[in-house]
């Protein structure tokens, strides 16, 4: 355990190295989710459903929709390091052979609490505030950081499968739909009755009415629906159903890679 715990490290910090030798791939990672946030904010309006503050119930949804972008970075990096013979050489060398995998999600969750820290000053400063007890809003951010590490997986896995850097994009297309068929801009009421069904019923739907009410934010007309009612439960359930098959997939994936 403790090689693995040691070997894992050292893999993040090469992760980490990587950010300080191409710093433009951080920023822009950091700026996406910003741009997003103020473009649906006050260039395309929305708010389809909501009676009150539209950012009360936007900012929570973008935290989530955050979460499931920019998983390609990981994907193509993964990628590449296999193209490239770079797993041949760290599997010549005495150490865990999962390590390599560990230490990239773990950059990837650094990212990605960095990016949640942006996101929340940028929340703040156009006028979002959350109105629950710090507690709550810890959970909140740990609800958002679970997706965030069982999405990571999938990609993860997804990447292997791809095998080539190229192909990384046609792959990342088949998170779009989990992306913006949820209530991350519009409440699923004010949508058709069977699309209104399938949004309630999505991982990134759960999270995010999750943390709306974390927040204390306002959700527009509240739905008597049991995906809506028991919304932290799903925000839990989802993510390591995710993992659950994922996070296999993905070890037994790399490990036939040795084959």
Request: glycine share 10%; aromatic share 12%; proline share 4%.
């Amino acid at each position: 355990m403790s090689w693995a715990v040691t070997d894992s490290w050292t893999m993040t910090w090469r992760e980490l190295a990587h950010w300080v030798r191409h710093p433009v791939q951080v920023v822009v990672g950091l700026a996406f989710p910003v741009m997003l946030l103020l473009m649906f904010g006050y260039l395309m309006g929305g708010g389809s459903g909501i009676a009150g503050d539209y950012r009360e119930y936007l900012v929570p949804g973008m935290f989530a929709l955050t979460m499931a972008f920019g998983l390609d970075a990981t994907m193509v990096a993964v990628t590449q390091d296999l193209n490239k013979g770079v797993i041949d050489r760290f599997r010549s060398m005495p150490m865990v052979s999962g390590a390599v995998l560990v230490g990239r999600s773990a950059a990837d969750m650094l990212q990605s609490a960095v990016s949640l820290v942006v996101l929340v000053g940028v929340g703040r400063a156009v006028g979002w505030a959350w109105h629950g007890s710090f507690a709550a809003f810890l959970g909140a951010l740990g609800l958002l950081l679970l997706l965030r590490f069982a999405m990571l997986w999938m990609g993860i896995y997804l990447s292997m499968v791809a095998g080539k850097p190229e192909l990384v994009t046609t792959v990342q297309i088949l998170v779009w739909p989990v992306s913006f068929l949820s209530n991350a801009f519009a409440t699923p009421e004010s949508m058709p009755g069977w699309l209104g069904a399938t949004v309630e019923w999505n991982p990134m739907s759960a999270t995010a009415t999750a943390v709306r009410d974390l927040f204390g934010n306002e959700g527009g007309a509240v739905s008597t629906s049991w995906a809506a009612q028991h919304a932290e439960l799903l925000a839990v359930a989802w993510p390591l159903a995710l993992l659950t098959v994922f996070f296999p997939l993905a070890v037994r994936r790399f490990g036939a890679l040795s084959k």
